[in-house]
């Protein structure tokens, strides 16, 4: 497997996206508090609704009953967001007892998650957060007379670092030091920010070099020496040779890889099939058998041949409408850049070549 999950993360990520009887999948119908978090067009959102059972005389008596999420995303998230909303309705939180529940709470009640997607469990949290204000707000519940001010309010002002993905300042700073991200790939791995064009990645390394180094101490590493960051100039074959990424210094997920040492290789470039396999309005009116098919044509057309050439590949486990079920093998399997080969290969060319509602999820 690409991650190693602990059985009781794999087990609830199953059973929600099975819509097994006491999961939680869903929106609740007239919900006292509604949240949202990410965007649908970065690849990871969130929705999250509650219902409360309400005090007669005082509303920060309510207590959660039902809590139900919807969300694009890894399984990860999926797991997360359903741990989430298990021990909101265990404890029969009030909201603002909800908003005490922190992200080590949700992983331990995971039984732990993979070091590179513990952020996953954050985005349920932030959308809890957007639903608590909105049932305050509902219920004239003054939030700053009790002390308690939104997380990251303010961070839709400040300066637009990712434009790609509409990523402030302010949130990258707070999510850098939140997730404890050290290097570029951290950030991208875990936010988006700088995985599209690539123009970022410069004010990314300037914004994570001044916070560590102001701070060493915050992850106990003191004593270590800052260590200079060298810019590698990427390879460019003649295919991006005077394209966007030669102009911006991104290469191409298929065009380029990371060897262990840290150093860049070119891999041949995609070449992709002279058209898709099926046109959009083709794919849409296909039987579910149809569109598996047809995923699985496109893979092993177009994304199978680079992910061999670098020793690796990939297995389709499931297919759900336009949800596809993948596991991570070979060279691929535990890979730093496996959210990347996911996102800006696989998901892509399927997008591209078939639907771009597809969203690909690694298990």
């Known amino acids: 497997m690409g991650w190693q999950y602990s059985e009781k993360t794999k087990q609830l ?20 508090g509604v949240g949202e978090h990410g965007s649908v067009a970065c690849g990871d959102a969130l929705k999250f609704t509650f219902r409360v059972e309400r005090d007669p005389a005082d509303p920060l008596k309510d207590k ?81 007379a009790l002390g308690i001010k939104r997380l990251g309010s303010d961070e839709h002002e400040g300066r637009l670092v990712c434009k790609c993905f509409g990523i402030t300042e302010p949130y990258l700073r707070r999510k850098i030091r939140e997730l404890n991200l050290k290097t570029v790939d951290d950030v991208t791995g875990a936010l988006k920010a700088g995985g599209a064009c690539g123009t970022c990645r410069g004010d990314i390394q300037d914004i994570i070099n001044e916070i560590w180094s102001a701070n060493p101490c915050a992850t106990g590493t003191c004593d270590v020496p800052a260590v200079e960051t060298k810019k590698t100039t990427p390879v460019v074959g003649p295919e991006t040779s005077g394209s966007a990424s030669a102009s911006t210094g991104f290469v191409p997920l298929a065009t380029v890889s990371t060897a262990k040492d840290g150093t860049l290789k070119q891999n041949p470039t995609l070449t992709p099939l002279s058209s898709p396999v099926a046109s959009a309005e083709e ?20 994304i199978r041949p680079v992910l061999r050439r670098d020793g690796g590949d ?13 596991q991570l093998v070979g060279a691929c399997d535990g890979c730093e850049s496996a959210t990347q080969t996911l996102e800006l290969l696989v998901e892509t060319v399927l997008q591209d070549r078939l639907d771009p509602t597809i969203k690909v999820i690694q298990l």
């Not at 009953?65 to 009030?94: N, Q």
């Open 314 to 326: 990939l297995e389709i486990v499931d297919v759900k409408d336009n949800l596809v079920y993948v």
């Open 64 to 144: 959660i009953v039902e809590a139900k999420f919807l969300t694009f995303g890894c399984t990860s998230a999926i797991a997360a967001s359903e741990a989430l909303c298990r021990i909101i309705e265990d404890r029969r939180c009030t909201p603002i007892e909800a908003l005490k529940i922190t992200n080590q709470d949700v992983v331990d009640f995971l039984e732990g998650l993979p070091t590179q997607k513990i952020h996953c469990s954050v985005m349920g949290a932030e959308a809890l957060e957007a639903a608590v204000f909105d049932w305050a707000s509902k219920r004239g519940v003054d939030m700053d």
């Open 283 to 302: 794919f849409a009116k296909a039987s579910a058998y149809q569109k598996a098919k047809l995923i699985e044509k496109t893979i092993d057309a177009e």
């Open 13 to 32: 990520f199953m059973d929600a996206v099975q819509g097994k009887t006491g999961t939680h999948v869903g929106e609740v119908e007239n919900a006292d």
